[in-house]
T-cell receptor, first 117, second 109 residues
Framework: GAVVSQHPSWVICKSGTSVKIECRSL??????MFWYRQFPKQSLMLMAT?????????EQGVEKDKFLINHASLTLSTLTVTSAHPEDSSFYIC?????????????FGEGSRLTVL | GEDVEQSLFLSVREGDSSVINCTYT??????LYWYKQEPGAGLQLLTY?????DMKQDQRLTVLLNKKDKHLSLRIADTQTGDSAIYFC?????????FGAGTRLTVKP
C-alpha cells in the first residue's frame, strides 16, 4: 500500500528553538496533506490542511505563525514548530490523500514525537 | 464540524468477540474508517466503509454501519492479546477527517 514517511521520528529540543518535521508520500502524489496533534492518551486533533502550492488552512485555535506549514511539492509537506515551548511537546502525525484515487482513504505517517525541554 | 464519539475503554477475554461502537453527527460523511494505534506508534488503517454500504467483512473484522442512526461499529472476532490497542473511529466528507477519542481495548488472557 501507499507509504507516508515522517522525519524525524523523535526530536528533543531546547525551549525557544524551532523544529521542522517532514511528511513525504513515497509512492504517490498528494495534493492534500493533513497535520494532526495528539496529546498523551488523547485523540488526534486536526491542526491544519496543507494544499500543494497554496496556503494551509488552519483549524480554529491553531496559531498559524506558531505552526508553519509548507507544501511545496506533491510529495512533501513540512510542519515547523517555531520558538517551541514545553507545552508544544506532543505527538505530531501527518496524513496524505492519493490524488489518483477516489476512495478518500488517508495514509498516515508513523508520527513524530516532539519533546521540548 | 464533525462530532465523533466513542466509549473510552473496552475489556474482553482472549477468544471472545469485541465490539467497539462509534457515533457521528454529520450525515454528509462519505467515508468511515477504523484505525488501530499501538503504544508509541502511528495509525494503522484496519478497514473502511463507504456510506452507501451497511456492512463490510474482512477476515476477523466486521464493520456495521447504520446510516440512519449515524452509528458505526467494529467487531473483532476471536480477539487476541495482540489486538490490545487504541481503536479510532474516523469519518470523512472528502474535505477532512475527524477522529473519535479512541477506545482502549484490553484483552485479558
Amino acid at each position: 500500500g501507499a507509504v507516508v514517511s515522517q522525519h524525524p521520528s523523535w526530536v528533543i529540543c531546547k525551549s525557544g528553538t524551532s523544529v521542522k518535521i517532514e511528511c513525504r508520500s513515497l509512492d504517490f502524489q498528494a495534493t492534500t496533506m493533513f497535520w494532526y496533534r495528539q496529546f498523551p492518551k488523547q485523540s488526534l486533533m486536526l491542526m491544519a490542511t496543507s494544499n500543494e502550492g497554496s496556503k494551509a488552512t488552519y483549524e480554529q485555535g491553531v496559531e498559524k505563525d506558531k505552526f508553519l506549514i509548507n507544501h511545496a511539492s506533491l510529495t512533501l509537506s513540512t510542519l515547523t514548530v517555531t520558538s517551541a515551548h514545553p507545552e508544544d511537546s506532543s505527538f505530531y502525525i501527518c496524513s496524505a490523500r492519493d490524488r489518483t484515487t477516489n476512495t478518500g482513504e488517508l495514509f498516515f505517517g508513523e508520527g513524530s514525537r516532539l519533546t521540548v525541554l | 464540524g464533525e462530532d465523533v464519539e466513542q466509549s473510552l475503554f473496552l475489556s474482553v477475554r482472549e477468544g471472545d468477540s469485541s465490539v467497539i461502537n462509534c457515533t457521528y453527527t454529520d450525515s454528509s460523511s462519505t467515508y468511515l474508517y477504523w484505525y488501530k494505534q499501538e503504544p508509541g506508534a502511528g495509525l494503522q488503517l484496519l478497514t473502511y466503509i463507504f456510506s452507501n454500504m451497511d456492512m463490510k467483512q474482512d477476515q476477523r473484522l466486521t464493520v456495521l454501519l447504520n446510516k440512519k442512526d449515524k452509528h458505526l461499529s467494529l467487531r473483532i472476532a476471536d480477539t487476541q492479546t495482540g489486538d490490545s490497542a487504541i481503536y479510532f473511529c474516523a469519518v470523512s466528507n472528502n474535505n477532512d477527517m475527524r477522529f473519535g477519542a479512541g477506545t482502549r481495548l484490553t484483552v485479558k488472557p
